[in-house]
Structure formats: C-alpha cells, structure tokens
C-alpha cells in the first residue's frame, strides 16, 4: 500500500492549511506589527506539534478501522519518523534565516510577516516539489538511489562546511535583484513595495523574502528526497512536510534567542542527511526498519543537542 490518500483526504487536509493560514494571516495577529514573545513562539510550537501528533493519532484510527492494524501501524510510524525528520533539518533554516534578518538589520517586529509569506510560499514550492518526486520515483524506482548518494554528499559536505558562515553579498539572486530592482535606502515598515515620486521601489524586506524562499529550495531539494527514504506515499511525505513547515514560523521565534547555543545541531543534521543517504544505498542488500530509522534520527539529534547545551553552559 504505496498510497493511502483518496481524494478526500487531500482536500480536507489542504482545507485544513488554507484555514489555518487564513487564521493565522487575519485573526491572530498576522497583519498586526508587534515582536513575537518566546512565550508565544512556544504556545504556537506546542500548538502545531500537538496538531500533527493528533492528525497522526486521527490517520491511524481511520486506517486502523478502514485497511487493518498493520498498515496503520506502518503509515503512522511513517508520518512520525517523516515529522521528525523534517521538523530537524527545518532547523538549520532558521539558522540561516537569522543570518538573513541580521545582515540586512530587520527589526523583530518586521519579522513575522516575511516568514508568512515564506511559509506560504514554502507550502506551495513543496507540494509541487513533492508531487513531482513522487511521480519521478514511481516511473523511475532507480532514483532513490541517486537521492541516497545525494544525501551522503550532502551530509559530509555539511560536516566539513559545518562552521563556514555563507557570504550573502556573493548571493547570485540577491546580485541580480539589486541590479535589476530599485532599492529603497531602508525598510518602509512591513511593505514590500512603495510608490516614491511616480516610480516604484521595492524595500529590503522584499530582498529578504526573495532570500527566505530561495533558502527553502535549497532546504527542500535536501529534506524532500530524505523522506523518500522513510516512504514514497505521497499523501505521508506531503502532510508530514506541511506540518513540519507550518511550525517553522514559531520554531525561528523560539531559537532565534538563543541560536548560539545549539550551534553542533548542524553536525547532527549532517549526520542525519548521511545516515538516510546510507539507508537508501544499501536497499538492494538490507532494509533498514522505519522503528530503526526514527530511533537513529532521535538518537542523532538529541546527542548534538546535548553537547550544544554542555559545550556552551558556561555562557548562560
């Protein structure tokens, strides 16, 4: 069973976002200015996570109840696993987008709508990226295995790069924006374009949203074929995606305080990325059980996590 989702599920889930981005855009506070609190950040990371877990514990008892207790089991591991899977390597982007709001001094309060319109932007690139992956590697079953060399030479690359800070002066985007766009000489409060003197200027928080989505198609093109090797059922690799972007907003306000501090998570990503890599190499000879799979990514995880906390206690 490579693909549980019937129409219905995927229209109520996409129901789901659409409302949830309209609530969140219209009702609780997105087009009102204010610098999200850490208290906020955490109800809202505590909100999405219980979200996802309930969607999980939802799917299973439909499934349980619908195809038998096996495939239940096995999809709700899949989402789990996928879930966690996304939700670390969402990290490493709000490493990078704190990078973004810095070297372009973006006031807190200003934030909050970039990273919207990120996130939305986000759920759009993913759904095709993920739909059209899921096509390549039901025609071309070989791919995987090009997905999984990919993932190991990302994930040493990562371990040898890992405390190389990017130059987003040598961004090639960011260079053709500047030549190509007028550029006001600083923010215009939350816009993103303004009329001066008949002519239109767009402000550096357009130059930062062009480079929060650009960041998310480098961040995709390494997370979606990771979780190609946990499942290639479309319906599991797409919700579990989602929802592991729809927290990234309150996951950035959360760490962006106190990023410093979890600064060998990148070594655990890595070794994620090489981990998985290694899984879908080895296939032909040996499969390695999705249960094995969450263990070692929690394991990867929680480890460098650990360390940043011990290797920087001394700075509290």
């Known amino acids: 069973m490579n693909n549980i989702g019937q129409p219905w599920m995927w229209g109520a889930f996409i129901a789901f976002v659409l409302v949830m981005l309209a609530l969140d855009l219209f009702v609780f506070g997105g087009r009102k200015v204010h610098k999200v609190s850490v208290k906020e950040a955490a ?15 939802l799917l299973w008892w439909w499934l349980d109840g619908t195809m038998g207790r096996e495939i239940a089991n096995a999809k709700a591991v899949e989402f789990l696993t996928g879930y966690v899977i996304e939700k670390s390597l969402s990290v490493d982007n709000v490493f990078v987008f704190l990078m973004i709001f810095s070297a372009f001094h973006i006031a807190p309060e200003l934030q909050r709508r970039v990273l919207l319109y990120g996130v939305l932007g986000a759920i759009i690139l993913r759904a095709i990226m993920i739909l059209a992956g899921a096509w390549v590697v039901s025609e071309f079953h070989w791919v995987l295995y090009f997905f999984g060399a990919f993932l190991v030479i990302t994930g040493i690359r990562m371990l040898v790069m890992a405390e190389k800070e990017p130059d987003l002066e040598k961004n090639p985007v960011l260079k053709f924006a500047r ?6 000489d600083g923010p215009r409060k939350e816009r993103f374009s303004v009329m001066e003197n008949g002519t239109r200027f767009f402000t550096p928080l357009f130059l930062v949203l062009i480079l929060v989505e650009v960041s998310d198609v480098v961040f995709a093109v390494d997370s979606i074929p990771a979780i190609f090797a946990i499942t290639t059922d479309p319906f599991i690799v797409f919700t579990s995606n989602i929802f592991a972007i729809m927290g990234l907003r309150a996951l950035y306000f959360l760490l962006a305080d106190m990023a410093d501090r979890f600064h060998l998570l990148k070594y655990g990503l890595a070794m994620v990325l090489t981990f998985i890599g290694a899984k879908m190499l080895i296939v032909p000879w040996y499969h390695v059980p999705t249960q094995a799979s969450l263990a070692m990514v929690v394991t990867l995880i929680g480890a460098s996590v650990a360390a940043s906390l011990i290797a920087t206690r001394n700075k509290m």
Request: charged share 10%; aromatic share 14%; hydrophobic share 60%.
């Open 43 to 57: 109800a809202w990371s505590v909100a999405w996570i219980s979200m996802a877990l309930l969607f999980n514990g």
């Open 179 to 184: 030549r190509h766009l007028r550029i006001t």
